[in-house]
């Protein structure tokens, strides 16, 4: 199964990116974790986009584009499944992203969009950020990275809904709910995909899920 995620920040792509990954078995490839990864470890590429990430900003194409190629690479050699949260972010991207997995041999099954509001999605944020303490989770940062999104990843849906790869899942409901709607989705595709060695789904505890932003684990909840 080769899923990727659009959805605004706060959606859910976090939890519901696990949860995917979790029931199919393939990687969870989450680029701003990846980012802050480098941040943490104050890496040159931490040290690079650390204020891009501070400020609400999209890091430049290049650096995520070859963290993604690289962690395809490694997603090959486990089997050739994954589930990509934060990739695309722009037209730009999505391209690229395609053309990186069409030489992989890993195009995209399913272009899963989690639909949320904006007011929706800054209250999550805001409870997250009492419990978390992400340097983007800020009142004015959080307005940034909606703008963003809205000019520049949701006019990418269209391009997967015209490829007919785009599943849309109202996601303003309990993650428990949205988690189980995307696992049926998801399910029902697999008999029509060209699917490679990993082996169908399997059942996941669906209850690990929280109710809301803030009730699962910290590490589960970001996206
Ligand atoms: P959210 O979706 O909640 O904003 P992410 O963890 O996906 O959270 O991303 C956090 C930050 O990491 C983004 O605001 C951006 O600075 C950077 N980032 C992540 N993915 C990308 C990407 N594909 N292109 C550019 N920047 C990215």
Known sequence: MRVLMIAPPGAGKGTQGALI???FGIPHIATGELLRDHVARRTDLGLAVQEYLD???LVPDQVVLDMVREALVAAKAAGGGYVLDGI???MQQARAAYQ?????????DVA????ADDAEV???LLARAALEHRSDDTAEVIAQRLVLYHQLTAPIIGWYRDRGILVSVDAMRPAQEVGR???T???EMWPLLDHGPEPRGRPVDLTTLGEAFGATEPGRASG
């Open 55 to 57: 400020r609400g900003e």
């Open 21 to 23: 990954a979790a029931h």
């Open 122 to 124: 800054i209250r999550r």
């Open 88 to 90: 695309p972010r722009n």
């Open 100 to 108: 990186i997995a069409r030489e992989l041999g890993m195009i995209a």
């Open 185 to 187: 989705a998801l399910e």
């Open 181 to 183: 709607d995307i696992l």
């Open 112 to 115: 899963l969009h989690l639909d």
